[in-house]
């Protein structure tokens, strides 16, 4: 049977952003697999400029024919017109969306269009093709240093982001708690928003410049009482706090953490596939963040505030995960969670089936495919 040859595109002011990376891990393993070959792979002009797609943090295949856009912005927060969306969507097949709003895409003339894009998580492969464009990219328009350190530093990045080194499914006797957060800045001007967004105008790019002042708010006060009352409540069985940034400093310094065990990225990783309980919270405009999906590579159970989205395959509460919706709601199941260690594995088995079909790199990709492509797969 005849292989998709797929020609594979993204922004270039997208330069090693790594969220985009786990959509070329994707396409890789597949085409290791001897599914579908990789035809090319180009930083593109900049999409959002162009008037092309509504946000830069977009993938954008082109195959028999078809384009397909992978976006992996947070939330809604580029799309002001929905009008002008729309009109985005009528020159492309399909449009897999990561923040992905039933009732948004119900109102859209292209809902059928418009589809959910799987939880993904920063990773890397061998010969993974969006670090090979970086790197390409950097020497073609003379960023030397830049090349040289990418150069010098690859091994170690694979050794760190392989998306192998992520998964896991070990079960334990004993479980502690594992939350490790960061605070956000909550001084966006109008200013700041007119330079991203410049189909606003001043009173528009006030308002949105205030919504998103009082969600990094909302969102800093529950990780603060989060830390503050798992810290009070679990005491030694609890690891984590706020990773160092000047919010932190500015807002809780006393729940800064230097652990060892998780200060670098690293350790956290490697944190993740030991005998803790993860609790997550929502990402910037709801989004469904990475840890999310590290968390499901590691096969670990874990609660989280309700989930904004809804991911393909539908992770169900009490299943996949437990809820909560403040800190004393977590630290009241969490208490119950805790010493269940059967409840707690049938959540892990539940997470590492949910990752395998619907999260890895591979079958994340391969579901939209199917869809898109249905005579190739």
């Known amino acids: 049977m005849k292989k998709l040859e797929c020609h594979l595109s993204f922004d270039n002011t997208c330069c090693w952003m790594w969220t985009l990376s786990s959509i070329f891990v994707g396409f890789k393993i597949l085409e290791e697999k001897g599914l ?28 028999d024919g078809k384009t397909i856009a992978y976006d992996m912005s947070d939330g809604y927060q580029s799309i002001n017109i929905p ?24 109102k859209l003339r292209n809902h059928d269009k418009f589809l959910p894009l799987g939880i993904a998580y920063e990773c890397s492969c061998d010969g993974n093709y969006f670090e090979k464009a970086n790197i390409n990219d950097a020497l073609k328009n003379h960023r030397y240093k830049e090349f040289a350190f990418q150069i010098l530093t690859k091994a170690k990045r694979q050794r760190l982001l392989n998306y192998k080194n992520f ?14 957060s960061r605070l956000w800045n909550v001084h966006t001007t109008p200013e ?89 919270s929502k990402g910037l405009h709801g989004c469904i963040g990475a840890r999310y999906g590290e968390t499901f590579a590691a096969g670990r159970a874990f609660m989280t505030d309700p989930l904004v989205y809804a991911p393909p395959g539908n992770p169900q509460k009490d299943i996949n995960y437990l809820e909560y919706t403040d800190a004393y709601s977590l ?5 119950r969670l805790i010493t269940d260690v059967d409840r707690i594995h049938e959540i892990e088995n539940a997470n590492n089936e949910y990752y395998n079909n619907y999260v890895r790199p591979d079958s994340r990709i391969l579901n939209t495919l199917k869809i898109a492509f249905p005579e190739y797969f």
């Open 36 to 63: 579908l070959k990789v035809k090319s792979v180009s930083m593109d002009r900049n999409f959002r400029a162009d008037g092309r797609y509504p946000d830069r943090m977009i993938v954008e295949l082109k195959a």
């Open 83 to 106: 009008e002008l969306f729309d009109s985005q969507l009528d020159r492309i097949d399909y449009y897999f969306k990561s923040s992905y709003d039933p009732n948004f895409a119900e």
């Open 167 to 180: 998964e896991g499914n070990e079960h334990f006797d004993n479980y502690k708690i594992l939350f490790w």
């Open 192 to 280: 700041e928003i007119l330079k991203v967004y410049s189909e606003l105008d001043y009173d528009r790019a006030k308002k949105k410049a205030e919504t998103q002042n009082r969600m990094f708010e909302d969102v800093n006060r529950q990780r603060i009482q989060c830390v503050q009352v798992l810290k009070k409540e679990f005491g030694p069985r609890f690891v984590g706090g706020l990773s160092d940034s000047e919010e932190s400093r500015c807002l809780a310094p006393e729940l800064i953490t230097h652990d060892p065990a998780i200060e670098t990225r690293g350790e956290y990783l490697a944190s993740l596939k030991k005998n803790y309980i993860n609790v997550l």
């Open 331 to 335: 630290a009241e199941n969490m208490n």
